[in-house]
């Protein structure tokens, strides 16, 4: 039986998978992000990924927050969530922050390494060190820029699913 926490977490990976491709409906806004990881020295490949991965651990941890102040972990709360909320997310909270609301059981290869690789980043210096920071801020630009383009007030996760539908990506 599949708990609500789990189709919570599921709905979150899904999520934050949109973000990149909602982003580059304005393909320049993608040419610059893929030029900047490559002026990083960051695969853009991997990059993207890792900046997806980041998607749904700032969504999760966003619901996590809402739980703790006595919301139940669920689809409607998440899908409640005001985007600014997960940009709030991105900004304010550290790396062991954000992956402490990560999901133990994985059951998709390429999530479970993804995962992995993002907490490995979190204990990495030097070059590597500054992946996570770079891949914050354009997480945080990214998540910036749909909530500034929606003509609504205040998004919310569940405009970032419907606008993931209207352009054929759900």
Partial sequence: MVSDRDIVWRQCIRLGRHVLPLVG????????RRERLQ???IDVARGERLIAT???????????????????????????????????????????????????????????ASLDYFRLLSYQSGRTGLW??????????????????SRLSAPTCADLGQWAEKAGLA
Avoid: C
Avoid at 25 to 32: D, I, L, N, S
Avoid at 95 to 109: C, G, K, P, S
């Fill in 132 to 149: 996570l920071p770079r891949l914050r801020t354009e997480l945080r630009y990214s998540l910036t820029t749909l909530t500034e383009r």
């Fill in 54 to 112: 980041f998607a749904a651990l700032a969504l999760h941890s966003a619901v996590a927050d809402a739980a703790a102040a006595g919301r139940a972990r669920t689809i409607a709360v998440l899908n409640n969530l005001p985007l600014a909320a997960v940009v709030e997310a991105t900004t304010t909270k550290r790396d062991f922050e954000i992956l402490a609301a990560m999901q133990t059981e994985h059951t998709d290869e390429n999530e479970k």
């Fill in 25 to 32: 409906q304005e393909p320049w806004r993608a040419t610059k």
């Fill in 39 to 41: 002026g990083w020295d």
